[in-house]
């Protein structure tokens, strides 16, 4: 990042943009300065701009004129937007079902996390057109400032983190809306054994894979630290990083049957949870 | 277009960009305005910004303020760039192998048609390399002018149009740079069964087949409406309208292995023409 190159004396950085497209399509993210190296102008370029310099550079000196416009504003008030289907005999057990409403300005977010959100609300919303009756409560959390620093994930974290040993499981969506084909488990392994029943109703439709990982959300990353078992659809991300964080992040790009499947897997998993004879191990 | 729309009363015109990526990427293009119309603004929109429009238009009456900053400048001088190698046996006699310089300025023009111009010198140098000695003369043009108006081909036009009967053939490659599998020609049919040996050694490399088109190159049209037998690579055009007239036109989107191809091609029928027994039926 920009600290460490200004260390070496640069006076500014580019980075060149990471992403699976080559349709000069220059990716944001975060820039974070150390608080013991200058802080230097950071942008970044697209692969094609970047290639492009790379081959200057090497015929001989390169000179560049940064015009870089974003600007650092001040915090302003904002919400997580968070909706309870209220558990029938155990009211105070939860479990989160969630996606982030923020996202980067150049595009409208509908991959990341537009698709997060809608799945979370459509998970419930079947949930109750079914006529199903959760035994434990089923919250859907629409995550704000996921992207710049996670201030509803903290927020949140302030306010319940006494309630942890009540909080069942945490869900969350936030890797666009490919075809799911299973569910991410950050937790012990005995959870696969005692959800096992669910996935065999999962893998009817090919969705019966499990993946234990490291980490399976940003905004539940507080709850996975506690041990509360967390849980994200093992989706196909082979197009994300093509529109993730560029202007090409719209909702053209959202296939509803697949933001459907998601949004059934989701629905199928909660619910399962939300029933369950006993707890889950941390 | 514009003018159509300002018959209708439009202030300005704002059309979907055509290609094949939905990268929100706008298309450049061409605008020509009737002469009994007003010259309203005219622009492309992404694929996605027209969607969106289309989406709020359907909400109720939007209003746009449009910030347009092309500017029509006055006609400067540029130039064909032309090279022969002469014929040892029928020097006046023409083979035309060529592509056209100039690109919309949003990219570099690698694809549309640097590619072409690669490919027409690289079949020459293919030629000479391997000390062949063409019977009639090879020319290698590079045309100016392709993308707004023709001016290098009227030009040429202009300065050899009594010398067309000696104008043996004409190609242009102007197509991108993807896989070949044969070659186009506008002409008579009989070409084919002259061009059979040809073909037999093309099809070594998969690179035999033959269609008849009634049009193979931009810059070539006046020799084709001439009757001058007239051919162009058939080549894998998949992805060539993701990348045509967009910023995204640039030389990473080139595959060394397949711009090779494509000189082999187009040197194999080069010096095929160059050196028949017999003239080609008009």
Same mark, same amino acid.
């Given at each position: 990042?920009?600290?460490?190159?200004?260390?070496?004396?640069?006076?500014?950085?580019?980075?060149?943009?990471?992403?699976?497209?080559?349709?000069?399509?220059?990716?944001?993210?975060?820039?974070?300065?150390?608080?013991?190296?200058?802080?230097?102008?950071?942008?970044?370029?697209?692969?094609?701009?970047?290639?492009?310099?790379?081959?200057?550079?090497?015929?001989?000196?390169?000179?560049?004129?940064?015009?870089?416009?974003?600007?650092?504003?001040?915090?302003?008030?904002?919400?997580?937007?968070?909706?309870?289907?209220?558990?029938?005999?155990?009211?105070?057990?939860?479990?989160?079902?969630?996606?982030?409403?923020?996202?980067?300005?150049?595009?409208?977010?509908?991959?990341?996390?537009?698709?997060?959100?809608?799945?979370?609300?459509?998970?419930?919303?079947?949930?109750?057109?079914?006529?199903?009756?959760?035994?434990?409560?089923?919250?859907?959390?629409?995550?704000?400032?996921?992207?710049?620093?996670?201030?509803?994930?903290?927020?949140?974290?302030?306010?319940?983190?006494?309630?942890?040993?009540?909080?069942?499981?945490?869900?969350?969506?936030?890797?666009?809306?490919?075809?799911?084909?299973?569910?991410?488990?950050?937790?012990?392994?005995?959870?696969? #054994?005692? &959800? *096992?029943?669910?996935? =065999? $109703?999962?893998?009817?439709?090919?969705?019966?894979?499990? %993946?234990?990982?490291?980490?399976?959300?940003?905004?539940?990353?507080?709850?996975?630290?506690?041990?509360?078992?967390?849980?994200?659809?093992?989706?196909?991300?082979?197009?994300?990083?093509?529109?993730?964080?560029?202007?090409?992040?719209?909702?053209?790009?959202?296939?509803? #049957?697949? &933001? *459907?499947?998601?949004? =059934? $897997?989701?629905?199928?998993?909660?619910?399962?949870?939300? %029933?369950?004879?006993?707890?889950?191990?941390?």
């Amino acid at each position: 990042g920009p600290s460490a190159a200004a260390r070496q004396g640069a006076v500014a950085c580019l980075i060149r943009s990471v992403g699976g497209a080559d349709y000069r399509l220059p990716h944001t993210g975060q820039t974070k300065y150390a608080d013991d190296a200058p802080k230097i102008p950071a942008g970044a370029v697209t692969a094609e701009d970047a290639d492009l310099i790379v081959d200057l550079v090497r015929q001989g000196p390169v000179k560049m004129k940064l015009i870089l416009t974003p600007q650092q504003l001040p915090d302003v008030e904002s919400y997580n937007v968070i909706g309870d289907i209220k558990g029938s005999e155990h009211p105070e057990q939860i479990i989160i079902v969630s996606g982030h409403l923020d996202s980067w300005d150049l595009g409208t977010g509908a991959v990341d996390d537009g698709a997060g959100v809608a799945v979370s609300m459509e998970a419930a919303n079947l949930i109750q057109k079914l006529h199903l009756k959760p035994k434990r409560t089923i919250r859907v959390i629409a995550w704000m400032n996921e992207e710049n620093g996670l201030a509803g994930s903290k927020q949140y974290e302030k306010d319940h983190r006494e309630e942890w040993s009540n909080h069942f499981a945490a869900m969350e969506t936030d890797g666009g809306a490919g075809h799911p084909i299973g569910i991410n488990i950050k937790g012990k392994f005995e959870i696969k #054994k005692l &959800l *096992a029943p669910v996935l =065999a $109703v999962l893998q009817e439709s090919g969705a019966g894979g499990t %993946n234990f990982a490291e980490h399976v959300g940003a905004d539940i990353q507080p709850m996975e630290k506690a041990d509360v078992p967390a849980f994200s659809p093992i989706q196909d991300s082979r197009f994300y990083f093509n529109y993730h964080h560029t202007a090409a992040d719209t909702l053209d790009k959202i296939v509803p #049957k697949e &933001l *459907a499947e998601n949004s =059934a $897997v989701v629905a199928v998993v909660t619910y399962a949870l939300a %029933n369950m004879e006993q707890p889950l191990p941390r």
